[in-house]
């Protein structure tokens, strides 16, 4: 479409038309002027621009009631004509401003007129471009005091659109069209360039209007639910540019004293009014009961685009008028509090942004005024806090605590004044410990039992999982929430706290609290964590960074108070199991042992307290304690965290109680301690618990002397003992030689009541020497496999010719035979030749070794005298009158014998004087005693050997016959259930072990026969399964000690071949086993056979 | 900081060589003495336990009075001829020194704080070391040729760099002349003899055990010493005006043999290393028996008491025979 840029060519097609609409009126003939004007170029219409708003203005004028499609349309062009030229004279901006306002006037009422939608839409938008086209000295005009009608008119005008009108488009058109009208337009092109002079004289002229705008605007705001979020961003936008515009400190802090003569005459003078102190109080009081029925209902309106919009508002009237609209601050900062955990990411975000940027500003910390009435607020809310906390839901706590959060804050390094006070701290500390309660009523957290002693182990190899003090540890249940949510809403404000506060203060006001009663201990110690972790700076949100915060120094003093406290004996051993440890221990020993014997491996039980309602007090009272006990171990935890490094030094007093912890039989305790272990390696810089515990072994081996010494205290000294000795190495030895002394000592004192635990520590640092100390063992083990070896040689040779002579029969084997016995022969008359005799002596290098040590008291290594030591309170203890105590002993006296092997000087007689009371639990005691006794001789036979082979035959081997042959028609008789006997499990055992036993102990002849009678019932089909094999296994064994009798022996049971004789000359062989049919035998026979020639 | 420092030897005429002395020590300027009560008994219990000297510990030096960032230390000699320097604040060992030769280690003591060393062995020889900025290695060393058991003694007092050292010996070489100090020397024939070191005579003379002494240690606030022998008895004797040895006391023993005698540098403890494998604990004042620190498994050998630091802190130190040191924090209450 052609453009018509030229004025003249504008004017010649615009004329017509002009001329036309100034004659007849209608909607069309606007309607065309409107067509046309669109093919006129801007700078032409600007020129003609009065020329073309005549006819309208004059259709709009003209008396008599007109269409309302008419106006609507002349509005429409108007508005076209205005939005795309400025208005350059005062006048006409005054008379279109008056003319489009009266067009929604009804002429005789205050109620706008009954005009349809589309139109009063037409004049607000028409309003809209005619603020917008008016240049900025030429607006101003608008807003002199005579026009203060006019605006008025206008504004009550929009207000009552904005307020009443169904339509959303005329309600945000208004509002808009409202905010120009203010001109607080925010838009992009409007020209708002204004001096200070003027901006005063505008917000003394707009002051007048500010009631009706401020209530007309609350109106809308907190009106219907349903009326859509636009409308209310929209309307606070306008609020707050408005109060924040006539109520701005800058503005009011120039207001003279006294008011200005009025310029203008009385009438409009008398609407003025003069922005005084007094005016600002009264309005700031007004304005006050507004701001709070809006922050209270926009803070929960659903939808976040109302919310952030009201974190504007407090925003901008912060910034401007924190004085003007003191009373509105607590209102205001509260919208921000509790806004700042808001659900909404954009929302949280914003209002993080803004509390730090009134941070930065530092605005609160340096308002006196501000801190007194956030402290207030903290007051009352802390008041309101317990009350709050037993009637609200998860949710109104969360949101109540949220509060209190963001006050601590926006509080800051201020927080001290609040706490100050006693009476505020006192109210905030009851607060917080009532909320914190726990709920102790679960039974299963003392019933859950820790069993098996390496659950530190596990954990020790690698510290791959994340921290306790980070991850969710075992979680707490609260009588007051259930919402885990609020838990971590707790603690960081007790870090904030801690952050900001003075620490010195709280700790000893929480210290005091948990000292005042058991009812607060648990609270008080949660809060006492969170508060250093605080003061340490972990993972707090912070706004302030607060220079008042305790240096490490006074860290350091104040977490060594504290843990004095934790771990001294009237807060650290309590009772949390409500057996007599006696009780408990027998039962669990039970179970343990008869589990080792089977499988060795420990596993998890559940051992059912009596029914949990007749005990339930107690119940309670031990799970407090037990969770007493495990938030002090976070405790521990989060200081370690809190000094870093710096905890090294603390360990010397730590330590020590947090590996008793880990020993607990409590499972929770236990997995707690060790994930504070954990937190203390990674704050101490170690690469694992083990490293740990490694590298302060000194600091416990202290510990545990002076608790060894003390015996009445040290119930847990033995399982601290355990644990250091599982996890060190050899580097520990010199450190707790005079340790072990010292529980040797204490053995021999209080054998009665504490040899059990003392036995199991004995255990445990043997069990640790033969680990530490293998070498000798390898060298002993090498050299007697070597000999074991070779005698086996000679053993296979013989064995061979057994064979050849049974079954191959050649003749050069049987000359070579009889040449071997006549020189055996010739050697036993003692006819030898030199050269035989050399090669005779097969074993020089054994004679040597033993040669080269020497037999002289040379002073032992620590190793071997300790182990030495135990070996002798072994003897005595041999015979303790307590099974459990014997089994013990029994153990401990198998690793000594390992320890010891290298020894032989020691090793012997020590033995020596073990074997009567060991003959006597092997033939004469219970039989879980014989079943250990028997694995204790095999190791014996294993480490002494030939010392042994006389005492076994003559004191052992007959009784173990004996039993053998009077138990085997029991068992060749018993059903399936005979194999989870007793009974069963120790022929078993001595089955498995006789056969080993007679090879390692080289038994002769005679000895020989007497075991193979023994088992050879054994290997009877009627056996069960296990026996057989067990018997199969000790002739096995015999096989490989003396093949021939062996062989001879079976084939006298059952002879599967007829022997032909190779020359009629010799006898023919006849054994008993031949030619016999099959028996039960047979089968395990034959089997044995196939093994023999193979 | 390196200072190269010799030692002024003093050597003592034996003038009436009646026997090899036992123990020496030097007598500061008299102050006065201030009484205060003592406390009631504490629970016996070491405080810790310093372990891994790897021998019997032959002596002990506290050195606590020093700037305030570095940590207390204390300095024990062990008969495997190692010196080791413990940390208080983490309780194990700092430095170790060797210059001794394997050879038993039976005196040690700081000069000028921390950082110079005095140490004596059964080598023969008397080391000093500097231990500024971590070294360990010493820096002048002297040959003594007593082969007995008596520990030196050094008097501090006067200019710095300059002390007065007392080493026995067995002949009479010229001393260099100093202000007139006194000695107090225990001898095997079980008599304390004072000497002025600058006259190089004998003042007094007290034959006050049958057995010889062991130690010595005086309290120069009351004028009063004590001196322990191999017998079952503790003697105390008293300075008079006229600079004769009077004995004031006597205090029988459970068992026989001191090792060690040390008065509390505040004057209100005595404490004892026994071979009954006890550290006793007197009242100065009275003679007091106060406590039985039943800690070790084998004769004390020594006992030591920390320098006065801040009130309520001071330690007291025993080495034994069973390779430990025993830390006691006792009667500090004011």
Redesign the interface.
Known sequence: MAVFDSPQEAFGILRPVCIQLTKTQTVENVERLQSKLHVVSDSALQDLQEYVLFPLRFALKTPGTKRESLVQSIVECITFVLSTTCIKKQDLLQELFSELCLCLSSPNSQQSAPVSEELKLAVVQGLHTLMHSAYGDIILSLYQPCTLPHLGFAISLLLTLAEQEKSKQIKTSALKCLQVLLLQCDCQDHPKLLDDIETKQLGDLLASFLPGISTALTRIITGDFKQGHVIIISALKVFYKTVGFIMADEQLARIPKDKEKPSVEHRIAELMVHRDANWVKNTGDKLAALIEKIVEFVSVHPHWKARMELIELVQDLLMKCRQSLLKSVGHLLKVLVGLVNDENPDVQCRCNNVLKNFADQRIVVESRALTDILSENLHSLATALPRLMSSQDDQGKYSTLLLLLGYLKLLGPKVNFVLHSVAHLHRLSKALIQVLELDVTDVKIVEERRWGPDGLAESSSSLSEPPLFKSKSQRKYFRFFTDERIFLLLREICRMLGYYGDLYLLVDHFTELYNESVIYRKQAAMILNELIAGAAGIEVEVLHETNSRASAEELKEIITSILEEYISQKNWYLVTSNEAEGNREELTMKHSDLQTITSGVHTCHLVPLPSSSELSPIVCSMNSNIWQICIQLEGIGCFAHALGIEF??LL?SALYPVLEKAGDKTLLISQVATGTMVDICHACAYDSPRDLINHNA??L??EI??NL??MSLSSHTPIVLEIMFQNSDAGLL??VE?VI?DVLFSLDQFHDERAASFLSVLRTVLAALARWFPEAKDDKQLQEQNFRKEKYDLHQGSATLGKGFAFTTPAEEIEQFLLDYLRNKDVADGNVSDADNEEEQPLPPETEMNDVCPDVEASLPVQTQIAKDVMERCIHLLSDKDLKTRLKVLDVLELCVTVLQSHENQLLPMVHRAWLPLVHRLTNDDPLAVLRAFKVLCTLGNKCGDFLRNRFCKDILPKLAVSLATQAPVSARAGPVYSHTLAFKLQLAVLQGLGSLCKKLDLGGGDLNKVADACLIYLSAKQPMKLQEAARSVFLHLMKVDPDTTWFILNELHCPLLYEPPHPSLHPVSLSGMAKPRTEYTDNVLLLLAELQG | MCRRLSLDVEKFQECTRLAVCQSLLFLPGRCSWISLPVMALAPPSPQFVLRGSQSAVNTLHFSCRSKAHSPPLLFSGSLGGLIHVWNLETRRVDTTLDGHAGQSVYWVKTLEGQHLLLSQGRDLKLCLWDLAEGRNAPVDSLSLDSVGFCKGSVLTEGTQGCWLLAVPGKDMDEPASSSGPLLLAGYEDGSVILWDVSERSVLSRLACHEEPVMSLDFDSGRARGVSGSSEKVLCVWSLDEQQNLKVCRTQELTNPGIADVAIRPDGKILATAGWDHRIRLFGWKQLKPLAVLDYHSAAVHCVAFSDPGRPGEQLLAGGSKDQRISVWSVYNQT
């Open positions: 090294r030094l010397m000194d600091y081996v202290n002397s002076l010494h003390q010199p450190l005079d002394q």
